[in-house]
């Protein structure tokens, strides 16, 4: 059987996401998730950095929305918030992205990011501008 969303797992990745140690786990219109390590992205007393939460949210949805209007559409963040719950000092950081509601033209889907014993992290949303394909 072939992947539809095989297209979106070659581009994927970025030298950011290179640089931030992402990883890539599952990718469906359905649900997208990921993981960086906590090492180098630690703020300066050690903890998970803030920023790299909601860099792993909007990076997991993106993919999501990209997911939902296939390569010749176009998905773009254009509201991103972020509840930091606690953090973390070691391990990794992963993320589940899940669609909120998916419209014609705007998208939310909902980031909650975990350590790895489970706990809550982050909670995030994030809005996608959607351009479908013509005629799709």
């Known amino acids: 059987m072939t992947d539809p969303d095989a297209w979106l797992r070659e581009v994927a990745l970025t030298e950011l996401d290179a640089k931030m140690g992402l990883e890539v786990l599952a990718i469906s219109r359905d649900e997208v998730v990921g993981r960086v390590p906590v090492a180098g992205n630690t703020q300066p007393f050690g903890l998970?950095?803030?920023g790299v939460s909601a860099y792993l949210a909007e990076?997991?949805?993106?993919?999501?929305?990209?997911?939902e209007v296939g390569p010749d559409g176009i998905a773009a963040g254009v509201d991103l918030n972020a509840t930091h719950h606690?953090?973390?000092r070691s391990g990794w950081a992963t993320g589940v992205a899940r669609p909120l509601r998916v419209g014609r033209s705007l998208a939310s889907y909902e980031v909650v990011v975990s350590d790895d014993a489970g706990e809550r992290l982050c909670t995030a949303r994030l809005t996608v501008f959607l351009r479908r394909p013509r005629g799709a």
Do not use: E, I
């Open 48 to 50: 998970l950095n803030g």
């Open 59 to 67: 990076t997991l949805a993106s993919l999501a929305a990209m997911a």
């Open 86 to 88: 606690t953090s973390a």
